[in-house]
């Protein structure tokens, strides 16, 4: 299936990905570089082909001859911004009347039968919208969780897979599911789930004909079961066995509110941790959205096993879910990442916003003194790379992608800043001024190079309405 050829109008004039190049670019002294690290970037960053070949101190100048020189004197360099859970789909159903001031139970029960008419290439428009805004916030990689499959949507994870190649972007595709409908006590309509064996049948079509390895990877898959309200124990424990068989990451959200925590102990006779070892999940190779509602304990627990959680600070204030405690979890050992989740629930596709909303959210938990810039930007970006088994992405260092965003501090917002780093977040960077993925020019001053923009929104826009009214 190629869905996006019914798009194809959007997407024009993109180079093959990643492609090898002795090309040596110096990223000549940045205005400010934040390295997720402690290297001293202060005189640039030399590039050649997909890697970082040398980051330079406040004077030094590259070893070897360069074809390139880009001024960064007026630029402040950040790794590419890391998406750790999102719905793609949902921006269809962005600030929709309904469910506008609704938790998330009957936010679900309202929305899951609109969700239930999305078509591939609803999927597909949907995908180039999330994607696209997330290039332009900062982000080169993102984890999509997709777990809607009705009828005539068997392919959703291939219509992605076409999108992302066509962007440019990384990803983590992952092959989520739902498999308790309504009938057997779960929240989802019995319409919109599926058989274990069909969603394991697809986990491995998927993982083998898509699933990258290695360095550079492009596009991963990752198996994700919805959630503890909207899948089965068996599907749950089969695919974690099946991602150990094929060395691939599980994701799934939990303990996101207390109604999940309610269903648990109503459910399974567990609480949400114990749920989750009871079906062995507590593996390293395991990150969960959202971790809101853990005891001490099973804190403690989840760091002792290297559980990544990812913190989605916006959608958890829109449903007023609670607020993860993200420093309780990192000194127990769990990696910490950020997300924007579903933009159903965000409503925003946005990095840099989702990082500001972190930074203020944790103090209000932990106070300011704890949660710097340079924290947050960490979770954006190492952090992030570390709940999706990466460590060739989320640093500027010697050796990692060439995976780089820029931003300028030229805005009415900017004026009288002093800080550059602190500036980004405290004044509110929301769009980056060039972005780069892997050595290559993804946004250039602002702009998606090769994406017509005006007729993305315009098609993406009445396919919303359609899929609204039904």
Not at 241 to 246: D, K, P, S, Y
Not at 299 to 316: D, F, Q, T
Not at 376 to 384: D, I, N
Not at 413 to 442: N, T
Request: charged share 20%; aromatic share 6%.
């Amino acid at each position: 299936m190629s869905a996006t050829q019914p798009n194809d109008i959007s997407l024009q004039n993109f180079k093959k990905p990643f492609h090898s190049s002795s090309k040596r670019i110096w990223i000549k002294q940045p205005l400010a570089c934040f390295t997720a690290n402690e290297l001293d970037a202060r005189g640039g960053i030399v590039i050649e082909g997909e890697r970082i070949k040398e980051v330079l101190p406040l004077g030094q100048l590259p070893s070897l001859p360069v074809d390139e020189v880009v001024d960064a004197s007026e630029l402040v360099v950040l790794p590419g911004l890391i998406n750790t859970h999102h719905h793609f789909y949902q921006t269809l159903t962005r600030a929709w009347g309904p469910v506008v001031s609704e938790p998330l139970f009957p936010w679900l029960k309202t929305l899951y039968p609109v969700w239930a008419r999305l078509t591939p290439e609803a999927l597909s428009l949907a995908t180039q919208v999330a994607m696209a805004e997330l290039l332009l916030s900062g982000c080169t990689t993102a984890a999509d969780h997709h777990y809607l499959f009705p009828t005539g949507m068997e392919d959703a994870i291939d219509v992605q897979v076409d999108v992302v190649r066509q962007l440019g972007m990384r990803a983590m595709l992952t092959r989520g599911s739902m498999s308790l409908g309504e009938n057997e006590g779960g929240l989802p309509p019995q319409h919109t789930v599926q058989n274990g064996d069909v969603i394991l049948a697809d986990s491995q079509r998927l993982i083998k004909q898509y699933h990258e390895r290695g360095e550079g990877a492009q596009i991963q898959i990752a198996l994700a079961p919805c959630s503890p309200f909207s899948v089965t124990r068996e599907i749950m424990a089969d695919s974690a066995i099946l991602a150990q068989q094929e060395d691939v990451r599980l994701h799934t959200h939990l303990a996101e509110t207390l109604d999940e925590e309610d269903f648990c102990l109503k459910t399974f006779g567990l609480r949400t941790v114990d749920y989750l070892d009871s079906v062995g999940w507590m593996t390293d190779r395991t990150w969960l959205a959202h971790g809101i509602h853990f005891n001490a304990e099973e804190i403690k627990r989840l760091g002792a096993a290297g559980v990544g959680i990812c913190h989605c600070p916006v959608s958890n204030m829109r449903l007023a879910s609670g607020i993860c405690p993200t420093l309780d979890l990192s000194a127990a050992g769990a990696h910490i990442g950020l997300g924007v989740d579903g933009s159903a629930s965000n409503d925003a596709s946005n990095m840099m916003y989702e990082a500001r909303q972190a930074l203020y959210l944790q103090r209000l938990k932990y106070g300011a003194e704890k949660i710097t810039p340079e924290r947050v930007l960490g979770w954006a970006t190492k952090g992030s790379a570390a709940l999706l088994g990466r460590n060739d992405i989320g640093e500027i260092t010697l050796g990692k992608q060439a995976d780089l965003a820029f931003y300028k501090l030229d805005e009415l917002r900017f004026s009288g800043s002093h800080d550059p780093i602190a500036a980004l977040l405290l004044c509110g960077a929301e769009k980056a001024e060039h972005v780069m993925i892997g050595g290559q020019w993804r946004v250039k001053e602002g702009q998606i190079i090769g994406l017509d923009l005006p007729t993305l929104i315009e098609k993406h826009k009445a396919c919303a309405k359609q899929l609204v009214a039904g």
